[in-house]
Structures are given as C-alpha cells and as structure tokens.
C-alpha cells in the first residue's frame, strides 16, 4: 500500500540551521588539528524535546534536547549525508547530533535528535 502522506511538509521547516562537520588536519608537530567545515544551511522544523540541569565541576550545568527535521539529504548509496560526527548551529548555539532517523525509510525526511551542552 502506498503511503499518500507524510507527518510533515515543507510549510513546518521554518528556521535556518546549519550543518557542520568536522575536519581533521595533519599539524608541523605530526598530530592533528580538528576544525569544523562552513557547512550547509538548511530549513528545518524545530521542536524542542526536553531540558534540564545537572551538576558539574560545582557548578549547574543545563542540557537541552532537541529534534530537528530537514529534508533528506543522502549519499549515492541512499544512506543520510550527515552523521552523529557532525553538529548543528542554531541561533549561534552548537548542538551535537546525537541521531539521524531516516523518517518512514522513504527518503523524504531526516530527524536530528540533537542535544546541547553534551559532548560529542
């Protein structure tokens, strides 16, 4: 059975986020110096999940989760072009993608669950 409709369309991807991936480069030294790309600029249905606050180092520390929906974007092979290695900017904020769901398996939609304040 053919599904006639989707859980989103392109009316909800109303903020600009951006997609980076990080780079690593050989130093003089023989290590490497990590770096992250420009990226790409995509529009994106935002919805926040769930925050709260821990303790760390004495101090509070708060984390944020949040799905981001885009459309798909993948390789030549069909896998998604992005990956848990990457990052998102939103508002100036860094968000570390923590999963990447192929909405449905149709290749239409990517969610991002990302969070921030948690290292990647």
């Known amino acids: 059975m053919v599904k ?3 859980k989103y369309n392109a009316r909800q991807l109303r903020q600009r986020i951006t997609i980076q991936s990080k780079t690593q480069t050989t130093d003089d030294m023989g290590g490497f110096t990590e770096a992250w790309s420009a990226g790409d600029e995509v529009w994106a ?3 926040t999940m769930s925050g709260n606050e821990r303790v760390k180092a004495m101090g509070i520390e708060p984390t ?3 799905k981001a929906v885009i459309r798909f974007r993948g390789n030549d092979d069909g896998a998604p072009y992005y990956s848990a290695a990457d990052r998102v900017i939103y508002r100036g904020r ?3 993608i923590r999963s990447i769901a192929d909405v449905d398996g149709m290749q239409d939609w ?3 669950m990302l969070a921030e304040g948690e290292p990647s």
Do not use: Q
């Open 94 to 96: 860094k968000y570390n």
């Open 4 to 6: 006639c409709c989707s």
């Open 110 to 112: 990517l969610e991002l």
């Open 45 to 47: 249905m935002w919805t």
């Open 64 to 66: 944020l989760s949040v």
